[in-house]
C-alpha cells in the first residue's frame, strides 16, 4: 500500500456569545472543533496517513483551486461545511467589483472522475443540511455522490437511538469489523443511486453507501462522525479508527480493483 494523504474539510465552527453580570454585559467568541473530528485525526496520524485540514472558515479562501492541487491528495473528506464555504468567494460576493472564480466544487468531481476518492460526511452542514442551507443537491456534487438528496431539510433526529444494519459485512470496508455498531442519535435521509452499493442502512434508508464514480471512488456515510449524531459510544467504540482507516483505504482504491465494488 502506498502512503495515503487526505484532505478534510470542516467540523468547526465559531460560537459567539453573551454574558451579562448585573449590570455589566460583554460579548466573546470561540473557534471550536468536533471532538470526532479531534478523533478522526489521532486515528489518521497512528494509522500513519497524512492529513490536511482545513477548518470551515478558512475552507473559502484556501480551498485549492486547481485541480492539479487536489491531486496531491488520495482522498476528500467534506464533513459538516456547507457548499456555499466553496462557491461564495469574497471576490465573487464583492459588491463594488465581483468576479469570476473557479467553482472548486466541479473541481472536486473532477478529481473524482480522475481517480481520487470523496467521501461525504453527514451533519447539519452536509448533503441538503438543515433547512436545506448546505444546499449539495443544487451543485454538481448531486451527480458525484452515490446517493440522490432531498431538495430540503433532510435530518432525521432520533433522540431515542437508531441502530444502523451491516448489510455487507465482508466488504472490504466493514471486514473484521463487529456488525454491532453503537447507536446514533440522526443521520440524514438519502436515497441509493442504481449503481450504488448500499453496506449499511438505518430504518431502511442509506447509512453508508459506496460507487465507483470515473476512474475514482464515492462514499456516503448518512451520520456524524462525532458529537451530536455521533455519541460518545461511538467515538470510544474499539472499531473506530479500523472504519475510518479502511473506508479511506477502499476509496484510496488500496483494497480491490476498480470496479469490484462487492
Known sequence: MTEKKIL???????????????????HGATLQ???????????????DVKVTHLANHDSTNYFPFEL???QEFNCIILSDV???SFLLHPNTTNLENPRKMPDRLK???AFVNKGGGLLMIGGWMSFSG???????????????LPIRMLPFDDRVECCDGV??????????????????WPEFLGYQKLEAKEDAVVLMNANDDPFLCISDYGKGRVAAFSSDCGPHWG????????????????????????????????
Open 130 to 144: 438543515i433547512e436545506g442551507k448546505a444546499r449539495y443537491h443544487m451543485t454538481v456534487l448531486a451527480d458525484t
Open 33 to 47: 472543533e468536533n471532538p470526532g473530528l479531534l478523533k478522526l485525526l489521532e486515528v489518521f496520524e497512528n494509522y
Open 82 to 84: 456547507g457548499s456555499d
Open 163 to 180: 441502530r444502523p444494519v451491516v448489510l455487507k459485512k465482508n466488504h472490504p470496508i466493514l471486514n473484521g469489523i463487529d456488525e454491532k
Open 107 to 109: 473541481l472536486i468531481d
Open 8 to 26: 478534510i474539510v470542516g467540523e468547526t465552527w465559531i460560537s459567539y456569545f453573551s454574558n451579562i453580570k448585573g449590570r455589566n454585559e460583554y
Open 68 to 70: 492539479e492541487e487536489l
Open 231 to 262: 455519541m460518545l459510544e461511538f467515538l470510544n467504540w474499539e472499531y473506530y479508527g479500523k472504519f475510518w482507516y479502511q473506508l479511506v483505504s477502499w476509496l484510496s482504491n488500496d483494497f480491490l480493483p476498480h470496479g469490484d465494488r462487492e
